[in-house]
């Protein structure tokens, strides 16, 4: 029965929403708060916009001419908004106009109408005879004026809050005015190591004892055209080339011109003969690519293989052609210089080179510390005395003469001010510093005992104190690196104490005594014999630190790794449907008159793109060369244009709007068919070619009627269900069985679903829960629904925890190996970074030889503090930190992608000049205010749920 009931309700509700939209659901245009703004108000507001536009345009600059009409509503809608948010805010704190206020706004108002004047003054008396003798108009005066400047007044208010001072401006100026100019270096992790801590200071001999393994290298430089295969096209139709028989049959035509143009070219001894286009490459080795063309690995593999100034034999086979290329120039790359090879070398070092980095360091290290020095081998024995845990046994409870003693001994320490105190009121504490100093007597006895059994007897037996270890017979070689645990605490005294001597040494809280009980000098013949020692003892401190730091690693964290958490949920899910909803084609027609501004279709274009990132003026020559040759422009971008946005889209039509302002300028300047001149951007040089142009129109009626009619239908639908979905939602509260409303949807309930912060959570094939959604789904207890209605592609769901269980943790060898991947993702990043301040410092002290070989800088132009550097996702905190810097700074290590290292140094800044700042001071201030404002307005919009629900008038 409370089934039937429900449903009973629910099919009220839904009547109910019928009816009701049937009148104003297309009038709703948004809601502020809950308050709604209708077409009829945004028509009214658009209408006094547009009067004021066509009057004075200048009061509109930011307005384009093509679309103003979209753009006036957008703008009605916003002051809508705006006043809508005022009055909330006005409400919250208490901001109202007084009386005084708008007498003062009266006032200034009518200060020059001849009506409340009296020799050119504003007359008091006359105001005070108009309120009285027409009340009602003064009443629609002052609602007029509190409406009018209490919008203004609160607008003074809220910009009150981003009130700034003269320098905190001048800094913001200069972060908005200021350029500069990097010299930086980029390398990938793959070029540093990380088996073995190493720096490129030992490539060169690396290569030294590994010349024999390289041979000399060859570049070649190549000459080309390019046949292509619209040449053979039937001239009739142009649309020839997008049938598959006429293209095929173009395409063979092109290769059978390809091989005969080859004999007569191999006669005639060169590709000058022809009328055609010559492109010509850089040096390219075996592996390189030409441009982003099909095959050129293969042309530059049998370039190599052929004489100079001789033609390949086959044309080579692109999509839309054939090219035909000879070899320029071989230029022999000398494996005997270094600098021509440094990369292949290194790149074989850091996988390769581990022993003679190895061999390097003890060599290094034998020559500074060994070869000319006096070295001994030494053999001691010592007491580890663990000071703290040596235990006398002490107590002086009973012992009352003891502590009167000591108490009349250290009188003075219990004197105060005023008194000295009895001995029976802080008798405890007496006990306590007798019992501290007895046992620092007897420690200091204790030790000056063993330190004298040591050195008569070399005795280190201590039975009364277990805690005490003995080391019989310990023994070093000085001057070795020693690193493990006891040397480094003692090896400096070793090394000094002579033979038969006692030492002793304090270290945090524990005392070693020993005994040297013998010095052997170790001659320069067997001093040799130290190597692989020292080799052994520096691997032993690499890979055992490394071992060990991963095992603290290991032992802290291996308790803290659990699967991923799992909830089980139910969904009531109602799909939007306009099966049963109509719409009249008068109100079709209504709102296609209404909204002939949003139904426009926009001026599109179909481009193609060559994008350069880096400016180069010969590249750019050469392209617009290669045009006046009539080179496929097609071809061009493929041998000449880097990936770029605008290029992803080349041949699709796009809103001309939807281009930056300097590329939509120098299309619209161009006639189809016709290339612009370069454009230089931030992002770099664009070459573009019209290929169409689509007018902006307004569709006919009906064309487009069937088309309004299912969008209204659907918008009807969507309102009606989302207003059903909110009245079940509120009806949850009371009543949380899903069950009551199966028959506006269907319910489902999930399996084990896992969910991981940054992660999306899928329910089901029509339902997903965004990675936002975690830190709900962790609040919300089991058996309630999550505080949101989620819309979907086709309708609205609401969602129930129905489960929740902790992800198990991972245990033994699973938890093992997954420490192990964490600890070396952090070990190497570390090593990376390590590797990286070396070059820096390598590069600070002069050396550019070094990044050279990994590389080499790129150099930016001028950027500002908002430019970005290659497209780096972090340039901004780059640049930041750059701008702290001085000319000639280097920075730190720098992550610059998730893959590279790498570091930049400041060539030049220019800073925004205080004399430039104060002339703009006001106007810029100005400019800072609205900013903040706008920034301020768009948080209280999401404050007070502000929704556009029609999506052509919502930002883009």
Known sequence: MKRNSAIFLLAFIMTSFLFLSSLNAIDKVAEVAGETISWLQLQ????????????DKSQFPQLQEENYHSQLQKMA???????????IYAKENDISIEKQEVDAIFKEIYASQPYFCTNGQFDEKKYEKFQKQYPQRYQKIVKEIKKDFVFSKI?????????????????????????????????????????????????????????SNYRNLYEVR?????????????????????????????????????????????????????????????????????????????????????????????????????????????????????????????????????????????SDYYHKN???????????????????????????????????????????????????????KIRESVIEDLIEDTTKALTDSLLDTLKFRIKQENDLTVPDFPAIAPYYAQQIITNLPYFRYPLPIIIDTLSKTKED???????????????????????????????????????????????????????????????????????LYIPVDSADIEVTDDLIKKYYDQNNAKLRIPTKVKLSSIFLPEENASKINEIRAALKNDVSFDFLTNLFSASNDLVSKNKIYIPVDSLKKKIRKAVEEINIGETTSPIKT????????????????????????TELKEMLEHKKADSLTFDAIVAIYDSLETNPYYENYDSLGYIKTTEWVKISKGDKVVLDSILSLSAADIEIINRTAIGKILPKIYKTEKGYAIVKVVNKRQGEKITGYDSYKLAQNNFYKVYRYKQCRIFTDSLINYTRAGNDTIVNYLGGFKITGWLSYSDKIDNFKNSRLILFDAFAKSENAFSSPIRFSDYAFGFYQVLAKKVGDIADFQKIKDEYRQEYYQECYSDWLQQYKKANDVIILDKSLREE
Request: net charge positive.
């Open 44 to 55: 009214n507001r658009y209408e006094k916009l547009w009067k004021q536009y066509q009057e």
């Open 77 to 87: 809608l916003d002051r809508l908004i705006e006043q809508e948010l005022f009055k």
């Open 155 to 211: 607008k003074q208010i809220i910009q009150e809050q981003f009130q700034i001072t003269d320098k905190e401006l001048y800094r913001r100026y200069i972060r908005e005015n200021s350029k500069i100019k990097l010299k930086y270096s980029v390398v990938p992790d793959s070029l540093m190591p990380t088996q073995f801590p190493s720096t490129p200071f030992y490539l060169k001999e690396y290569y030294k004892d590994n010349r």
């Open 222 to 362: 190549i000459d080309f055209i390019f046949i292509d295969d619209r040449e053979f096209l039937p001239e009739a139709d142009s649309y020839q080339e997008f049938i598959k028989k006429y293209k095929d049959n173009a395409h063979q035509k092109a290769e059978e011109f390809a091989k005969k143009h080859i004999e007569k070219l191999k006669l005639s001894h060169g590709l000058y003969s022809t009328g055609r286009h010559i492109f010509s490459t850089e040096f390219l080795r075996a592996g390189d690519k030409i441009g982003n063309l099909e095959n050129s690995e293969k042309i530059v593999k049998q370039a190599l293989k052929l004489d100079e100034k001789e033609i390949f034999e086959d044309p080579v086979e692109t999509k839309n052609g054939w090219i035909i290329f000879r070899t320029d120039k071989i230029k022999t790359i000398r494996a005997d210089n270094l600098q021509n090879i440094a990369l292949d070398v290194w790149q074989d070092y850091i996988e390769k080179g581990k022993e003679l980095y190895f061999n390097n360091l003890v």
């Open 370 to 424: 060994i070869a000319n020095e006096d070295i001994f081998r030494v053999n001691y024995s010592y007491l580890k005395i663990p000071v703290k845990s040596l235990d006398f046994n002490l107590s002086f409870e009973e012992d009352s003469t003891t502590v009167e003693k000591y108490y009349q001994k250290n009188i003075e320490e219990y004197v105060t001010v005023r008194d000295t105190l009895p001995l029976e």
């Open 501 to 571: 001597s006692v030492f002793r040494i304090n270290k945090n809280d524990d005392v070693y005594i020993g005994r040297i009980n013998s010095r052997e000098k170790i001659y320069d013949s067997r001093k040799k014999r130290l190597k692989p020692k020292i080799e052994k003892l520096f691997r032993e401190k690499i890979y055992e630190e490394r071992d060990q730091n991963f095992q603290n690693y290991y032992q802290t964290n291996k308790d803290n790794f659990y699967k991923k958490d799992e909830v089980k949920f139910k969904f």
């Open 682 to 705: 931030k992002e770099g040089t664009f070459l573009v070619k019209l290929l169409g142009r689509e007018q902006s129109y307004l569709p006919q009626f009906n064309k487009i009627k």
